[in-house]
């Protein structure tokens, strides 16, 4: 049965990061210290990639056959976004709010 690795976005250092969350296993750290793109939090006690590096479809092919990796939560939630467009009775009230 594969490993699963959780992807989990998260700030490390004032810096935006993608943490690696995974039960200990040697070959998955082993793996992962060899791609080089990975450090190791020791704070977090958790292995990290900055956002700005992170590409689920390269950590993906580096695991092919060893681990799932879920980047489920990397993915954007719009749930309490609302998409409608401003109506003229919310302008109005927001010209009268500003004056």
């Known amino acids: 049965m594969e490993k699963v690795i959780v992807c989990e976005p998260g700030i490390h250092r004032k ?3 993608v943490f690696l969350d995974f039960g200990y296993n040697e070959t998955l750290i082993a793996v992962l210290k060899k791609t080089g793109m990975t450090m190791w939090s020791q704070t977090q006690r958790k292995w990290y990639i900055l ?3 992170f590409d689920a479809g390269k950590l993906k092919s580096v695991f092919a056959g ?5 980047d489920s939560k990397l993915k954007l ?5 609302n998409d409608s467009p401003v109506n003229d009775e919310i302008k109005a009230g927001l010209e ?3 004056e």
């Open 15 to 17: 810096t935006e990061v």
């Open 51 to 53: 956002k700005q590096n």
């Open 66 to 70: 060893i681990a799932i990796i879920d």
């Open 77 to 81: 939630r719009n749930n309490n976004i």
């Open 96 to 98: 009268k709010f500003r």
